[in-house]
């Protein structure tokens, strides 16, 4: 099978994407670089990326995931990527891995080299290891593009 990310010029223009979002703050329902949260940061560097077109976020609640098993993030990045979902054996730069908070998959990260970019409500983008304790036991769902 074929992935987007199998070209090393588009892992190298996606690792100057990521960064360029490294310190911007968090900011529930927005996507720019005067706020974020962890979808919306997703959808914009895929845009960026030339992977999404024009996406539409829907309006959500900041808690939706305390209180629904809705699968909201997951049939997103379904219904708007070409994608399948692997396991974490071995991740693949540029790959959507979602963390289950509350009752579903409800914080969306990117990894790169064996750590995840991800907008964190209180802090902004930031990057952790892929390994990190705290986001190691919640991690749900991992999705690789397909070419």
């Not at 900011?27 to 539409?56: A, N, P, Y």
């Not at 997103?76 to 990527?81: A, D, K, S, V």
Request: glycine share 6%; proline share 2%.
């Amino acid at each position: 099978m074929k992935y987007f990310f199998d070209d090393i010029k588009k892992q190298e223009e996606l690792k100057l994407i990521l960064d360029s979002w490294l310190g911007v703050k968090f900011r529930h329902h927005c996507g720019t670089k005067l706020g974020t949260d962890c979808i919306h940061l997703v959808v914009r560097v895929f845009q960026e990326m030339r992977i999404l077109k024009d996406v539409t976020v829907p309006e959500y609640p900041k808690d939706w995931h305390l209180h629904k098993t809705h699968k909201l993030l997951v049939d997103g990045i379904l219904n708007h990527l070409n994608v399948e979902e692997v396991g974490f054996k071995n991740p693949m730069n540029g790959d959507i891995i979602l963390f289950f908070f509350g009752k579903s998959a409800a914080h969306a990260s990117i990894f790169y080299d064996n750590h995840i970019y991800q907008a964190v409500n209180g802090i902004g983008v930031i990057r952790v290891h892929f390994m990190d304790e705290m986001w190691n036991k919640r991690k749900k769902y991992n999705f690789r593009i397909l070419a």
